[in-house]
């Protein structure tokens, strides 16, 4: 393994129960607990801690103060009968929490062989990121939560435990996702999702007003809301109602653009999956 230190810095601190495999690459104030096992194309950054009994293999890399508690496992193969061993990658990045028994997979090398996690976000038990999916900044994915494959999640999303995401969903930023719902559909962000199979509930207000949104912002989207998603219309009608109307709320914007987007996926609704 190859262990780096800066004059100021601690070096890192392997527990001699501990398995580091040469060619590991460990930052400086590292801590590696008894019993966890790093493979030979890891990269730990600095002040990255494994507490215990935690796997990271395959080419995964780790940003920096990211902490990871016993059992989880990070980086070992996707779970794909495709998969042929392939040098694909995990990145996870800078001061993410990672609890209990968390499983985190490499991309497959047919869709660009990338599994990514942005910065400052929580996995809470036994919580699940497949191969290809791409979490971004401050998402939070409580206990349970399992993303199949190819699953794209904003910034600043929550999921409530339980909930399960569909291969090739997008959920947009800021959306919330309720305990147990079934995603089966992109959701809009800002979007509220509940229920299996999952609704469009509205709009997470919440997390809008913690993102510093002023209510004249918020009473502006939930017009658009409510103008796109108006059922007596089609919905590329109530868009470009929308888009004719907005007077540049970079909200509203990128909902229309989320929905422009192309999608493997059909969209999310107030009406889509409720049982008639």
Known sequence: MTVTAHAAQQPA?????????????????????????????VRLADNVRL??????????????????FPNAV????????????????????RCCTIREGVT???????????????????????????????????????????LAGHVSIGDRVIMGGGAAVHQFTRIGHHAFIGGLAAVSNDVIPYGMLNG??????????????????????????????????????????????????TDNNAAILDIIAFIDAESERALSSPARGQRG
Do not use: W
């Open 51 to 68: 507490m215990s009994h935690v796997v990271v293999d395959g080419n995964t890399s780790i940003g920096e103060g990211t902490v990871v």
């Open 104 to 146: 985190m997979h490499p991309g497959m090398a047919s869709f660009g062989g990338k599994t990514t996690v942005g910065n400052n976000s929580m996995f809470l038990a036994y919580s699940h990121v497949a191969h290809d999916c791409h979490v971004g900044d401050n998402v939070i994915l409580s206990n349970n939560v399992m």
């Open 13 to 41: 601190r392997i527990h001699p129960a501990a398995i580091v495999e040469e060619g590991a690459v460990i930052g400086a104030n590292v801590e590696i607990g008894p019993f966890c096992h790093v493979g030979p194309k």
């Open 74 to 93: 990070l980086g070992c193969a996707p779970q794909n009968i495709n998969y042929k061993g392939e040098d694909t990658q995990l990145i996870i990045g």
């Open 196 to 245: 299996n199979p999952g609704v469009l509930m509205g709009l997470n207000i919440i997390g809008m007003q913690r993102s510093g949104f002023d209510r004249p912002a918020i009473h502006a989207v939930r017009r658009a809301f409510k103008t796109i998603f108006n059922p007596s219309t089609p919905i590329r009608e109530n868009i470009a109602r929308v888009r004719d109307q």
